[in-house]
Structures are given as structure tokens and as C-alpha cells.
């Protein structure tokens, strides 16, 4: 099963006052499994970015100048997407504005829906913890996954996050094997890295496996015993 972790910044809070997506962040799950096949692109919106919005994610419009503009990048982001499952927080927001995005230049086929499923954790975390808060922050703290280097928000980085809350919510993340955490601890910088794109280091680089040998005395009785169950 294919999932991508998707998730956007604006320039603003709506469509209907001329707002636009200025970033946008894909996570890869593969059978419950972080590829590491991310999918990130900042976007040139033409317009100014709202004091409040930046304030929020960091980014401002001379950060932008040099960006690709949206219908440069849509069909490489629609061949990412085609076909998978978006995982998205509070989905009505983001599909909402990458719709307006696909709206504006007219393309074929105007809404995200027709290219992919999406599921909304907000939706899901609000059936499975009612009454309480469910923003992201706060399902990072009912998960215990680490949100301490994210100062701003950023697409790729909430992506990464809620790509980590979501195989919490829903049973962990299985799909990692021991050998591969392992491997992930051993390479430079790996623990505790929650930088985007980190892929697979993650969490499982995090697992110290302790062994615990036996003691001669140990190992002298379960000889001895194997004796009295199998004599030569």
C-alpha cells in the first residue's frame, strides 16, 4: 500500500482572498515503511505573504523570487501522487488550496480527489481521542514523537512529523526490521535526527539493543541439564 504524507504553506488562511501555496512537503510510506522518496518544492505565489502566515512557517516573498511557480512543478507532483492514499491534517485546508492551485491554470483535471484517495487524521484523531486537542503538536505529545528541532512550521518538516503520529495512531511502525535499525544507528548522525528527509534513521535509529551473556555458573547448568535430557 502506497501513502504520501502531504502537507502545505501559504501564503494565507483562504483561497477567497487570492491566497496561495507557497511550499509543499510529501512524506512516502510504503506498507506502513519510510522510503526516504520525499517530494519537496517551494513556489513563487506572486503575491505578498500575510504578516500572520509568516510569522507561522518563516518564509518570506524574497525568499520565493527565485521559485518555480505551480504549473511548473504540477505534473511532476500529480505523477508523485497518482494513485496513493494522502495522509493530511485537517485535509479540507491543503486539498482545498492545492484545488484553487490546479484551478487557476485551468488544468484538466482540477481536483486532487481525481488524481488521489485522502484520509484526514484530524478527522480520524478526533474520532479516537474525542474531546481533546488534536493539533499536531499536541498528537506529537500524545505519541511521544520528538517535535524539538521544528522552531517554524515547514511543509516537509510537518509532513515528516505527521507521517511518524500516523503509524503511532494506527499501530506503530512495523514495517522497520531490526537489522535496518541497527544499521540506522550505526551511521554518523543518525540518532535522534528528526530532520526532514530523514527517512529511515527516525526513531528506530534511537533502539540500544543490550545483551546479556551468560555466566559460566549459567552456562555449566544448562549443560547439565541438557545432559540429564539427552545423555551421550
Known amino acids: 500500500?502506497?501513502?504520501?504524507?502531504?502537507?502545505?504553506?501559504?501564503t494565507g488562511l483562504a483561497t477567497s482572498e487570492g491566497h496561495r501555496v507557497i511550499e509543499i512537503g510529501c512524506v512516502e510510506l510504503v506498507n506502513r515503511r519510510i522510503t526516504g522518496n520525499n517530494f519537496h518544492t517551494y513556489l513563487n505565489p506572486d503575491r505578498d505573504i500575510d504578516e500572520g502566515a509568516e510569522r507561522v512557517h518563516g518564509i518570506s516573498r524574497d525568499d520565493l523570487e527565485t521559485a518555480p511557480r505551480f504549473p511548473e512543478i504540477v505534473d511532476r507532483l500529480l505523477e508523485y501522487l497518482r494513485d496513493s492514499e494522502l495522509v493530511i491534517h485537517n485535509a479540507e485546508f491543503d486539498v482545498g488550496?492545492?484545488?484553487?492551485?490546479?484551478?487557476?491554470?485551468?488544468?484538466?483535471?482540477?481536483?486532487?480527489?481525481?488524481?488521489?484517495?485522502?484520509?484526514?487524521?484530524?478527522?480520524?484523531?478526533?474520532?479516537?481521542?474525542?474531546?481533546?486537542?488534536?493539533?499536531?503538536?499536541?498528537?506529537?505529545?500524545?505519541?511521544?514523537?520528538?517535535?524539538?528541532?521544528?522552531?517554524?512550521?515547514?511543509?516537509?518538516?510537518?509532513?515528516?512529523?505527521?507521517?511518524?503520529?500516523?503509524?503511532?495512531?494506527t499501530g506503530g511502525q512495523t514495517a522497520m526490521t531490526l537489522e535496518e535499525a541497527s544499521s540506522a544507528a550505526g551511521r554518523p548522525g543518525a540518532r535522534g535526527d528528526s530532520r526532514p528527509g530523514a527517512g529511515r534513521s527516525g526513531r528506530a535509529a534511537e533502539l540500544d539493543?543490550?545483551?546479556?551473556?551468560?555466566?559460566?555458573?549459567?552456562?555449566?547448568?544448562?549443560?547439565?541439564?541438557?545432559?540429564?535430557?539427552?545423555?551421550?
Open 1 to 10: 500500500m502506497r501513502q504520501i504524507v502531504l502537507d502545505t504553506e501559504t
Open 97 to 169: 488550496f492545492l484545488d484553487h492551485e490546479l484551478g487557476l491554470m485551468e488544468h484538466d483535471a482540477p481536483e486532487i480527489t481525481q488524481h488521489a484517495s485522502v484520509l484526514d487524521t484530524l478527522m480520524l484523531a478526533r474520532k479516537m481521542h474525542p474531546g481533546q486537542r488534536n493539533s499536531l503538536d499536541a498528537l506529537c505529545k500524545r505519541y511521544e514523537v520528538d517535535a524539538s528541532n521544528r522552531e517554524l512550521h515547514g511543509a516537509l518538516i510537518d509532513a515528516d512529523l505527521l507521517a511518524r503520529v500516523y503509524l503511532a495512531m
Open 209 to 232: 539493543l543490550v545483551v546479556i551473556r551468560a555466566t559460566d555458573e549459567e552456562i555449566a547448568a544448562h549443560d547439565a541439564l541438557m545432559e540429564q535430557i539427552s545423555p551421550p
